[in-house]
């Protein structure tokens, strides 16, 4: 058996695989193994890892990857091990979930940004393992038609469905407040809400319209030139709007998410006050 502490040379490995090919446990040794892997015969129970323990396993496997083929089997047996045991989907996907029903402002990241250093670690922890020939994509290219599904996915993945979900909230708070209004009306700039005669509201989501808690104006490059062109976009539809003698109120993404009850509570009395107010 290998010792405690020593690395075993690529050498010795190879040997080994090779004693053991087409040896197979009988069911008395599998059941013996099982049964040290899970309780006190374990030699590490009750004796969890030191901290520098745990670093040095996670730098000792820095880098590494499974094989295609050993992913396959990981996933299959991972399948198989749902199969036989159902209530570990539950824990995964219900409420047993610590992360579960914890989106939008319950998010531990909500409204947070990552320090440069945790951008820089973040970085770090990538080379090797996606960045370059690690990454099992590397020089290979989708073609057209994959592009243009992935780009069409995006873009439903971005604009529409979180609009909708925070578009549907308000909808929803609206009716239940005996608010009437029109959807998508068709004015300049498809407002998400119309009260007639002349309230347009439209909710914007943080990120995409340059909000200050998603978005830096000093950023730069293609895509914050992008979320800028829409951000001019969106000024010249609110001129445009009143110039036609509309008024026009924008809600934040995250004003929804944090205090949808102000949120239509402001609705409300732009609706029954005459007041000229963006946002
Ligand atoms: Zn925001």
Not at 185 to 205: M, S, Y
Request: with cysteine; aromatic share 10%; net charge positive.
């Amino acid at each position: 058996m290998a010792k405690k502490g020593i690395k075993q040379s690529p050498e010795w490995v190879r040997k080994r695989v090779e004693s053991r090919r087409g040896y197979h446990p009988s069911e008395e040794t599998l059941r013996k193994q099982r049964e040290v892997k899970l309780g006190a015969n374990n030699p590490m129970f009750g004796r969890p890892r030191t901290p520098e323990a745990i670093q040095k396993f996670v730098k000792s496997r820095t880098g590494y990857r499974h094989s295609d083929e050993t992913r396959k089997k990981l996933a299959l047996a991972r399948l198989n091990y749902y199969k036989d045991h159902p209530e570990t989907i539950e824990m995964i996907k219900g409420e047993n979930n610590p992360m579960f029903g914890r989106t939008g402002d319950l998010a531990p990241m909500f409204g947070k940004h990552l320090s440069s250093e945790a951008k820089r670690r973040l970085s770090q922890w990538r080379v090797g393992r996606f960045v370059g020939p690690a990454n099992s994509f590397f020089g290979r290219k989708h073609s057209e038609e994959t592009r243009a599904r992935m780009k069409e996915k995006w873009k439903h993945r971005f604009f529409k469905e979180k609009d909708n979900k925070l578009e549907l909230r308000l909808q929803r708070e609206l009716q239940s407040k005996n608010i009437i209004f029109q959807k998508h009306a068709e004015i300049l700039g498809r407002p998400d809400i119309f009260i007639k005669p002349d309230l347009c509201v439209f909710v914007d989501g943080c990120y995409w319209h340059g909000c200050k808690c998603k978005f830096n104006i000093e950023w730069t490059g293609t895509h914050a030139e992008y979320i800028k062109s829409r951000m001019k976009h969106d000024v010249e539809v609110n001129q445009k709007l009143q110039e036609s003698g509309y008024r026009v109120l924008r809600l934040w993404e995250h004003e929804i998410l944090k205090d949808i009850d102000s949120c239509v509570g402001r609705v409300r009395a732009y609706a029954e006050t005459k007041t000229m107010v963006v946002r």
